[in-house]
C-alpha cells in the first residue's frame, strides 16, 4: 500500500511540474519539495490554482491531481 500511495505522490508531483505558474505558485512549491502539501492554506492555493487553469476541466491529469490534492490531509499548523 505504501508504494502505491508514494506512487500517487509522486505521479501528482510530475503532473504539478507540468503545470504550475511558476517558481511562486503553489503548484510549484508543491512540486519542489517532493509532493508535500504544506499545510489547509498551501492545500487550498493548490487547488485555486488548479482551477484556473483553462483545461482543468478537461484534462484527464490536471482532475487526477486535483483529486490527489483534495485528499491529502495536511499536517496541523
Known sequence: M???LRGRQQ???RIAYDWHGGQ???LYSFASTGGI???AEHQ???LREID???EAA???ELAA???YIASVIPPAS
Open 58 to 60: 478537461k484534462d484527464a
Open 44 to 46: 487550498a492555493g493548490i
Open 11 to 13: 505521479n501528482a508531483q
Open 2 to 4: 505504501a508504494s502505491t
Open 65 to 67: 491531481l486535483r483529486a
Open 52 to 54: 484556473s487553469i483553462p
Open 37 to 39: 502539501v504544506h499545510s
Open 24 to 26: 511562486w505558485s503553489p
